[in-house]
């Protein structure tokens, strides 16, 4: 546990490139993708494995060296790299927030859900505790930079299909994916795991009765969270025209259908439960 989190604690070293092979490594041996998983196709995360690899541990304190900004805060990267940096960082931390609370606070009770995990005033999303370039930052601090504050706070223009890249360690969050993205492709990773999460129809979109009426079209309920993004990545400033393009043929039809218009987009419900297997009590170095 102490060496798996000495990020936590790390002096500031010479700033470096995020490490974009040790994690597609480690995702290639601790990810099981089109799994079963409580009734849902998901990608498996193996969570002991991650903690016992003393390379995940190297990993985390590295990216506390990462260089992304200037002193003024500023980005130093290319648009991709900024991408690519910050979905693996993020995707890495959320690992490591797990792993770094095995129990509900003042219990011995094994956490199921990142939801279960409090740090005094904060939540596993709002605790600044993780060493990210040289500042500690929050997890949703991580996920702001590239989804909704992407442009007011760093002059980039954003991208929605970054959805489907950052997950928050639930059953109805997106797949992770089996590698790393990297700078020169993470555009076109991007857009494969948007189409893949979209197609799935236990996480991503589907036509069903969930909320007791037949015929409805729902999608995940992050498009809910996030609706005033997906409306700006829109050239007309609707989401759902934004979002269309990337549904199967029946969420064409009816996005298209003139009789479902106006067109109210409905959610599908959320579960938080872990996207894989996690014995507390024996999943760290």
Avoid at 21 to 36: P, Q
Avoid at 48 to 54: A, L
Wanted: with cysteine.
């Amino acid at each position: 546990m102490k060496l798996l989190f000495a990020a936590l604690f790390a002096a500031t070293l010479s700033a470096k490139q995020m490490d974009y092979t040790t994690w597609d490594a480690l995702t290639k041996k601790y990810f099981t993708t089109n799994k079963m998983w409580h009734g849902v196709n998901k990608t498996v995360v193996d969570y002991c494995g991650f903690g016992k690899d003393k390379r995940f541990a190297e990993l985390i304190q590295s990216v506390g060296e990462v260089d992304l900004t200037d002193k003024n805060g500023s980005p130093v990267v290319t648009r991709d790299e900024w991408f690519a940096a910050h979905i693996n960082i993020y995707n890495i931390l959320v690992i490591a927030t797990i792993i770094k609370h095995p129990y509900f606070e003042g219990s011995e009770q094994c956490i199921e859900s990142i939801q279960n995990i409090t740090e005094g005033a904060y939540t596993g999303f709002t605790a600044p505790v993780w060493k990210v370039g040289g500042e500690y930052l929050a997890l949703d601090d991580v996920e702001y930079r590239i989804t909704s504050k992407m442009k007011s706070d760093w002059g980039l223009e954003p991208d929605c299909r970054v959805h489907s890249t950052i997950v928050c360690a639930g059953i109805s969050c997106p797949n992770l994916r089996r590698g790393a993205y990297f700078p020169d492709q993470v555009y076109d990773q991007m857009q494969e795991e948007f189409e893949l999460w979209m197609t799935n129809g236990d996480i991503g979109a589907r036509l069903g009765n969930l909320g007791g009426q037949d015929d409805l079209y729902y999608v995940t309920h992050i498009f809910r969270w996030f609706r005033a993004q997906l409306d700006y990545c829109s050239p007309t400033g609707v989401g759902s025209d934004w979002l269309v393009q990337f549904l199967p043929e029946d969420g064409v039809k009816y996005f298209n259908d003139p009789d479902n218009q106006p067109l109210e987009l409905q959610y599908m419900p959320y579960n938080w439960n872990l996207n894989g297997p996690f014995e507390c009590r024996d999943c760290s170095l």
